[in-house]
C-alpha cells in the first residue's frame, strides 16, 4: 500500500494501449505542480518508456513501490473538463481503452512536437515560429533501368510522374511503407528528393469574394427559425434537416452559424472526406472571412497540430473536419451540423471504430448545442428516428427558386452488350453540341472489372485477399482493389499459362476510352481514385467543371458528392444496381442513397436538367425509387423490410471478428469465442442474438482468415452488457487478432 506523503502525490494514468485499465504513479515533489490532469507525462513501463496521459489525482493505491514519473510533456492541459466527459463516454460506448481513445482525439502532431524536446509545446502554443518541414518527390532525369526497381517501386514511380510533385506523407498514405522503394528510385535517378517548408494555412491559395446572405424562401425560414430558437434558448437539440438536392441546405449552415457566432458561440461542421472541396469550405470563407480551421486528412500532422492549437486557443470559432474533428478542442460549442449524415466516411473502420455523426449528438447533447443533420437522402435509422420524434424533422422539399428535378429515363440493360446506350450517346452528344456539361457515372474504377483466362476460365484473383484483381490498361497492371497486390496485365493466367484473357465487366477508365471514341472532340476527365493521387488534382479537376474548361467528367462515387456544377445539364449512370450486389443488408440503401445523389447533380442551374440510368435490374425499388424521386416509397418499403429481417432501426448491432493468418486457428478461435458468448448470454439472461462465426464475405483480406460473429440486440444496454462479461473472460491468444465493432457499418 502506497499513501501519500507531504512531497509526493500519486497520479492516474491512461496508456495508449490495449489495456482495460490505468494506472497509478508517483509524482516527484518537484514536479508536483505541473502533473496536473489534461497534461501528457513520460512514464516508465515496463522496461519501457511511454508517454501516458493524465487523468487525475489518486488518494492511495494498492500498488507497492510505485513508480515515479519521468517527465511532463505539456505545459498546459490539452483538455478541458467537459472533453473528458466526452472522451470518457466514447470510451466506455465502443467498449475501448480511454488512453487510446485520448490517441485517437489528440492531434498526432502532438507527440512529434514532443520528441523534439520539452520546451516545443511552450514555443508552439505561445504561437512561437516551429518551421515545419516536409519531403517532397518529383520525377528525375535517369535513364529507364535495366533492371527494374520492383512492381511496387513502378507504381510510386508512375504517380510521382503523373502528380509531378508529391509528398512523402500522400505518399506513404497511399502505398504504406515505402522508405525503401523511394530510396532506390532515387538512387536510380528516376525522382528527386525535395525538402520544403509546407502550407500552414488551408486557404493560402483561395482567393474569394465575399458573399452576403441570401433572402430565404419559406421552407428555409422556417427551418432557420426552429434551429434559432434552440440557439436562443441554449438547449440541446437535435434536427434532420432533410432537403432534395439543391434545396439550399448549405445556406441555412450558414445562416445558423452566424447566429451562433452573434451569440459568442462556437460551430463545429463536419463533413464527408471527400466533400472537403475548396467549393464548401470556399463557401465558409466568402461568408465569414477568417477564424475558420480546417481538419482534414490531406493535412500533414504538423498542419493538423497547428490548426489544433489554434482551436484551443480560441482563434477558431468554426471548425470544418472530416470525421476527427468531432474531437476538435473546440469550447463554447453552439451549433454542430452534420454534412450528408448518411455517408459512411464518418464512420472510422479500424482502431477506435467511432462514428462522428452519432458521437455529434452525444457531444451536442453534452454541451446544450444544436445538432443539425443534414441530408438529401438521409440515413433509414434517421427517418424512423424523425417519424418517431427523437429528432425534429425540418424538410426543404423544393429546390431553389422552383427549379424542378430532373426528368430520368430508366433504361433496361437485359441482353444490351453496350457500356453506352443509345439514348445516353445521343443525349451526350447533343450537350456537348450545345456547350452544356455532362457527368457519366459509373461505381467501378479500372478498366476491366476483372480478367478472365480464355482457356480454364479461371479469373485473375489476389493472392492475398478472396477477391478477383482489377485491370487496369493505363497502368498496364492488374490491382487488388483492397491491397494494392499488383501483376502486369493483360499477362498470362497464373492457372494455366495461357496468353489470352478476356476483358469482363467496365471501368470508368473502358468508358472514358468508350466515351472518347464517341465524342472525339470533347473534354473528357475522368475523377477516382486512380485519378486523384497527386496534391490538388481532386481541386484542379473539379474547377475545371465550374471554369466550363471540360465537357464531360466521368468517374465513380466521388462525382456524386455535394458538388454544386450548375453547368450540368445531363447525368448517365452506368450499371446502375454495381452496389446493390454487396452481401450486405444495406445495399438498398446505399444505392438508393448513390443513384439519388448522382442524379441531383443534373439542373441545379437555371437550364433544367436530364438523366438516363441504364439497369438491368430496372424493377428494384433502389433503383427505380431513385429514378422515379420517390424518397417515401423508398423508405417505407427499406423499414419494412429491416422490421422483418430484423435489423437497425429494429435493432442494435455488434461485430466480431476474428482474423490471423492460419486458416485453422482462426476457424477454432471464432468457434470459441462464440460459445464462450453464448455461454455468458445464458449466465446474464440477456436477449441478445448470435449469429456465426461466418466467414467474412471477403474471406482473405491482405493474408489474414476472417470469421464474424454477428451480435443482434433490442437494447444497447444488454449488447454491451454481454461484451463486457465477454472481454472479461476471454483469453485470446496472441496468433489472432479479435475486435469489436459497436453500430458496425462495414460487414465486408
Ligand atoms: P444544397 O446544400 O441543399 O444542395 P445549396 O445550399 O448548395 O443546396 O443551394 C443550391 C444553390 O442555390 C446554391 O448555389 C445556393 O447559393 C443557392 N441558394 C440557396 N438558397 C438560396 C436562396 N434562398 N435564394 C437564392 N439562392 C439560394
Ligand atoms: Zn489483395
Redesign the pocket.
Known sequence: MTTIDTHNHIIEVAIPLYLDRSFHYLVPAVMSAEAVPGKRALVPFGRRKLTGYILGRATESTVDNLKEILEVLDSEPLWTASEYEFFRWVASYYLHPLGEVLKTALPAGINVQSRKGSSGDDAALSGGKSVLREKFYLPGSGPEPVRSPGVKALEILEVIRESGDISATILRKRFGACTQQLKRLCELGLITAKEREIYRDPFKNLTVQRDEP????TH?KSALEAVSSCLDRQIFMPFLLY?V???????IYLQAISHALEQGKSALVLVPEIALTPQLTGRFQARFGGGIAILHSGLSDGERYDEWRRIRRGLARIVIGARSAVFAPLEKIGIIIVDEEHEASFKQSDGLRYNARDLALVRGRMERAAVLLGS?TPLVTSIHAAANGRLKLLE?PER??NRPMPAVDLISMRGNKETIATQLATLLTETVETGQQAIVFLNRRGFATFLVCGDCGQPLTCPNCSVTLTYHRQRGQSVCHYCDYSVPAPGTCPACNAVELKELGAGTEKLEHNLRELLPRARIMRMDSDTTSGKGSHERLLSRMSNGTADILVGTQMIAKGH?FPGVTLVGVVNAEASLGMPDFRAAERTYQLLSQVIGRAG?GEKPGRVVVQACDTEHYAIRSAAEHDAAGFYKQELDFRREAGYPPFTFLAAMAVSGITEQIVSEQSEQTARLLSRIKKELKVRVELLGPAPAPIYRLRGRYRRQILLKATTRAELHRLILAWRKSADTPSTVRVTVDIDPLDLM
Do not use: F, M
Request: proline content about 0%; aromatic content about 0%; overall charge neutral.
Open positions: 441570401r433572402i430565404l424562401h428555409q432537403g438536392t439543391g434545396s439550399g441546405k448549405t445556406e438529401a426543404l431553389v427558386e454544386d441545379r
